[in-house]
């Protein structure tokens, strides 16, 4: 069974520093892999995705997140955080499905803060 | 596009009543799902429905929990009788297969039930 794996509860980075959030995955065939943020009372959105190709993904937000198949990961990164991005962050493996459709798995989530 | 749409907001139930969830996916998209989050357990996959078809309903903790998808554009979730430990917040996810994976969350539904 697929499983996601984020090794971070909670992490603290001052504004303005970089960030990088861990993601460790499983799962036997090709991933499909996500990662969502939630801020607080909000569902969750979208922050980009890999299916295939270019291992380096950029999303929404100047976040950015690599896949790395050797190390079954996908961290995200961002070269400088803004206060704004203080929320929690999913990531989250797909899975094709034969009855149809597509299932996702969530990690636990880190919860970022940010320090001005 | 208004995006994925449930309702109510907030719910506060007493113990033993039931409880109604609602959800209207994005126009076109072809599964829904519905998650449950709470800070013990995160995020938890009730159910999900492919082509208003509920596909796996294993995630649904007990047999007070149902669901339903009559149309594309609409779908229940009830708890019968509701219990203090269904307080969570539920969501709602749409997603068009077999394009994209993506899922697009409602903003969700806190319950309370006291």
């Known amino acids: 069974a697929q499983s996601v794996t984020q090794p971070d509860i909670h992490i603290t980075v001052s504004e303005g520093a970089s960030l990088e959030l861990r993601c460790n995955y499983s799962y036997g065939a090709t991933p499909y892999l996500f990662w969502y943020v939630q801020s607080p009372g909000q569902g969750l959105q979208l922050l980009l995705k890999?299916?295939?190709?270019?291992?380096l993904v950029q999303g929404i937000k100047g976040f950015e997140a690599e896949f790395k198949r050797s190390q079954s990961s996908f961290n995200l990164r961002k070269p400088s955080v803004h206060w704004s991005d203080a929320a929690e962050y999913f990531c989250?493996?797909?899975?094709?499905?034969?009855?149809?459709?597509?299932?996702?798995?969530f990690g636990t989530g880190t919860q970022l803060k940010v320090e001005l | 596009d208004a995006g994925v749409i449930q309702s109510p907001r907030h719910e506060v139930t007493e113990m033993g009543q039931e409880v109604t969830l609602r959800c209207k996916p994005i126009s076109g998209h072809n599964s829904l799902f519905w998650y449950r989050q709470t800070m013990m357990r995160g995020l938890e996959l009730l159910i999900y429905?492919?082509?208003?078809?509920?596909?796996?309903d294993s995630g649904m903790p007990e047999d007070r929990f149902s669901a339903k998808m009559p149309n594309a554009s609409f779908s229940t979730l009830k708890i019968q009788p509701s219990e203090p430990r269904d307080s969570a917040v539920y969501f709602c996810?749409?997603?068009?297969?077999?394009?994209?994976?993506?899922?697009?969350f409602g903003s969700g539904t806190r319950l309370t039930v006291v």
């Open positions: 996810a749409s997603s068009f297969v077999p394009v994209n994976y993506g899922y697009t």
């Open positions: 890999y299916f295939s190709g270019d291992t």
């Open positions: 989250a493996v797909g899975e094709v499905l034969t009855g149809g459709g597509n299932k996702l798995t």
């Open positions: 429905f492919n082509n208003n078809v509920p596909i796996d």
